[in-house]
């Protein structure tokens, strides 16, 4: 089975630019989160998605925003680039809200951003 | 105090050997724990989920003390393949799936 993917791998991006991150989770998993990771920090909650709308957001700005499709595959968006952007950006999956019966969540490869 | 402190680290240790991560978090209401591996440049991958009772999987036992909030993890027999970063995992509660990851400890088995 696939596991969850992300594209791109990579991407340079310059301060003040606009980019959209892709997340395909894992067949059959509704939710989708997406955490920031810096060099040596553990990764940082950004957002999570479930059925198509918003259940959870952590402390970052209005710059950062993100939806979730009828298929579960989810964007996000980060307006207005800034050098301290410049992170692996981590997708999880798991299987969902309602019902949940594990809260196991797992990793897609990840999108490294480098802002310049 | 952060949410999910770890034992900084780095370790460094000859194969064969045990080894113990420790891991403190601040919030009573936390509801599910994990420990998480990843490897340089790469994903977190889930190793093991952290239930009461404690359990184990192979080489690897984890703890969880919910009194003191405290999980820990202890790999025996240690392989040249376990040299990672060991991520202390911790979801708040309800039907919220926001994990709080600890800053992580390296570890590196040396032949």
């Known amino acids: 089975d696939a596991g969850v993917t992300q594209s791109p791998t990579h991407l340079i991006k310059t301060r003040g630019q606009q980019v959209t991150l892709r997340c395909s989770p894992i067949?059959?998993?509704?939710?989708v989160s997406w955490y920031q990771q810096v060099l040596g920090q553990g990764p940082q909650f950004i957002f999570q998605?479930?059925?198509?709308?918003?259940?959870g957001r952590g402390n970052f700005p209005d710059r950062f925003s993100a939806r979730q499709f009828p298929n579960y595959s989810s964007e996000l968006n980060v307006n207005a680039l800034l050098l301290g952007d410049s992170a692996l950006y981590l997708c999880?999956?798991?299987?969902?809200?309602?019902?949940?019966?594990?809260?196991?969540?797992?990793f897609g490869p990840g999108t490294r951003l480098t802002v310049t | 105090r952060k949410e999910v402190e770890q034992d900084p680290g780095p370790f460094n240790v000859p194969e064969g050997a045990t080894v113990a991560f420790n891991c403190t978090y601040s919030n009573s209401a936390s509801q599910s724990f994990f420990w998480y591996r990843q490897d340089c440049r790469k994903e977190p991958k889930l190793l093991m989920s952290v239930y009461s009772s404690g359990n184990e999987d192979g080489r690897f036992t984890a703890q969880l003390n919910r009194a003191s909030q405290y999980i820990s993890l202890l790999i025996r027999d240690s392989k040249l393949s376990d040299s990672a970063t060991y991520l202390c995992v911790v979801r708040s509660g309800g039907s919220n799936y926001k994990l709080t990851f600890g800053k992580g400890t390296l570890l590196t088995v040396n032949p």
């Open positions: 999880a999956s798991s299987v969902g809200v309602a019902g949940a019966t594990t809260y196991e969540q797992y």
């Open positions: 998605y479930y059925e198509k709308e918003e259940r």
């Open positions: 067949s059959g998993h509704k939710s």
